[in-house]
């Protein structure tokens, strides 16, 4: 939950990391029904799409129980887990501070829930997502690890001007990230999981691209902020990405200071490809606003 082009402070009652208390005595039943609706109809899609990790995650939390979760209440189950804990945001927060909570475990979420009206698609990232969809994947030790990483990766790349580039990185992992297990893709990215369209699309559409996952190819690879995507790499497990965050992206950073962006629905004679897609999807012009979040 990351945006450039702040030019001010946090907005009025936050604090200077830009957390605000979750209110949650302030939600109203209407609220709590919609989270009680999107949660029951992802739980009963998820299982045999979703990855183990998620699933236990998710196991671990309730995040069901009667409507919209109490931070205070699931903080205290993550930090046994994992140590990390979830702090609300009034939304979008600058980069350096997205980067600070990660890099020192701190997730930061939206505390307002769509209308009932949106279930199907919200610009915004609202707590729907941010919760359900990534704080699942915080319960696991290895996946936990590669967030804080993210975060002081995240902190240099600012330093070093690649910001562009290590934002592809979280895209194409923690929200639209696949996984391959013996039974099959499985999905762990959050943008994918909280959305009741994206969970089928991503594994059954023959229309993206899958593609095997190789750091310097996600780097160079831009994405969709507004639809489907059109390529979605896969990972072989977590321990993956926590091994791609134990090297020294510097020279990385080097070489693609002189590489030029791939097409989005490229592929190339070096990829490992799981999926041809037909790109139908895209060529057919698409929908607008077809995630969740």
């Known amino acids: 939950m990351s945006a450039d082009g702040f030019s001010s402070g946090p907005p ?5 990391d830009w957390t605000i208390d979750q209110g949650w ?6 609220e709590h029904d919609v989270w009680i609706t999107l949660y029951e109809r992802q739980a009963a899609l998820l299982p045999g799409r979703a990855c183990d990790e998620f699933l236990r995650g998710l196991d671990a939390l309730d995040l069901h129980r009667s409507g919209i979760p ?15 804990s979830v702090v609300a945001v009034p939304g979008l927060v600058p980069d350096d501070v997205f980067f600070d909570h990660l890099a020192n475990r701190r997730f930061p979420a939206g505390q307002f829930i769509r209308r009932p009206d949106q279930l199907d698609y919200l610009q915004e990232p609202d707590i729907f997502h941010d919760v359900f ?22 902190q240099r790349a600012l330093g070093l001007g690649r910001l562009a580039n290590l934002a592809r990185l979280y895209w194409y992992t923690v929200e639209f990230g696949l996984m391959e297990t013996p039974q099959g893709l499985r999905i762990y990215g959050a943008g994918i999981v909280s ?11 023959p229309s993206p691209n899958r593609i095997g996952f190789e750091l310097e190819r996600v780097m160079r690879t831009p994405y969709r902020i507004d639809d489907f995507q059109q390529v979605y ?8 990405l926590q091994a791609v965050t134990l090297r020294d992206f510097g020279p990385l950073y080097d ?20 999926t041809a897609g037909t790109q139908a999807y895209a060529k057919t012009g698409g929908r607008l606003a077809s995630t969740d979040g």
């Open 12 to 16: 009025p009652g936050a604090a200077a």
């Open 25 to 30: 005595e302030n939600y109203s039943q209407a």
């Open 70 to 84: 109490d931070f205070r209440r699931i903080n205290d189950e993550l930090q046994r887990l994992t140590g990390w």
């Open 133 to 154: 969809g990534h704080v699942p994947m915080l319960t696991d030790p290895v996946f936990a690890d590669y967030m804080q990483a993210y975060g002081r990766g995240g």
């Open 195 to 205: 959305s009741r369209t994206e969970s089928i699309f991503a594994l059954d559409d």
């Open 233 to 240: 790499f896969v990972i072989p497990s977590i321990q993956t």
């Open 255 to 274: 070489g693609l200071a002189g590489a030029s962006d791939l097409g989005i629905a490229e592929i190339t004679s070096a990829d490992r490809v799981i």
